[in-house]
């Protein structure tokens, strides 16, 4: 048997076995901050409803052993964790003995991964890559597709939760695809060939083409004027009367030379045809909606959990129009709090507050970002033209009680494994950390931040391109 049949045979199990709580009980379910975290407790939340079920929902940024007290204190007997709980599988063994525990995550696993009362669904325990193949949302949809067939309907918010977590590239591996499969089957989503640009729904065709900053386009990059020229040579009206166009409003005929014109455009670069991929459309939103689009969409989510608005994320993922309303409305927000945070931090490199190193960046934000934030920040850093190429950026945030959030990035194509590089950094101040080879986090004690620069410091300076992981691996 291979291993992803071992893998589907668990999910059944898992299935059977939480059949046996049966209808009318209350789940205590806690899930994660992020967009994949949003997506992977609204599905568990329809599949719960479908049973039946009650629940009570948390949403947080990691497990600690407050939160393992907490949930100790609580009289829930069942309790599910989605998007996390497999890395901290030592302290809810430790606390929730004596509860039944569900766990579906794609996070790296614990040194501990089994113990009584517990069902842990990890696709990492099956040797499959759940960095890559699977994201918590698509764990979470494939245990409700067990537990009931009619959860398929929920399959496009499996595909945006993989996407929230960078799962896509060009295309989705194995089970992120089979889950597509199911979405695609039940009418929720399109695939169509696209660009790789973020906005692509909702900006005007001409502000998309000229602001690629992450994919150049040769004498258009960087020139509105120049991109509604380049836009009429190609014979592509760039309005509808008074209307800028949208890419969504270009016809297919429109689209094929809109991509010809493009190519031709970046022969020069690297790889020209980068920008060019497939775009995953939630057919039952409107034509207008920022949700059309399911990177959008999976931005949306994350803006939600990021500005402490969770819960309407998930009434966004169970379709709820009101909720959907309101969640747009936040997006405006949460974008000014991201150019904030993007001015502040532009002043500071300005004026040389922020620690720079031959590799490295570190950003002391203190107290004047958000925590939720210090995350995003960083991911914008590195991919913006501010910094140079293979270094490493970190960010720090105080959370208000006593702790540091800290972020790690790297502004290169062969990532080093992120994760594990601060899991040692946040060890040496008995800290804890979490995350993925490609983005990774840890929260610290503030009284050890200037420590923990330091050690940062010296981790970062000590490492040379030999320890960059090769990327075929
Ligand atoms: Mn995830």
Redesign the pocket.
Known sequence: MDKYSKFYDHLQDAANEFRKIGPGKTIRVVS?L?A??IS?CSILIRALTRQNMQFVVSIVQNIDENLAKALKAESHEHVAFT??GSGQFSILKEYLQGKKVFIF???ELDSEQEAEGFVHVNPHIFGIDGSKEI???GVTYLFAKSLDSRNTEMAHIAII?AI??VQENSGFGRLNNEILADAVAAGKIKVVPGLKIFGTQTKPLYKLLAHSSQYRISQITGSESRAIQFLLQTGINPKEGEKWRKLGDLTEDEMKSLVTGILLRRLNEKEPEAIIGPTYILCEESRQSLLRDAKEFSTLLNACGRMDKASLGIGVCLNDKKQKAKAIEHMATYRKEIVKAMNWFEESYNANKIIRGKNYVIINAEDKILHTMIGTLASIISKSNLIENDMFIMSLARMGDGNTKVSLRASSSNNPDLKELISKMAEAVKGTSGG?MGAAGAIIRSEVEQEFIETAKNTFESMNTNLLIDPER
């Open positions: 994660h992020d994949d975290g992977s998007d996390l995550d794609h996070h994201a918590g949302a939760g929230g977590d993925h």
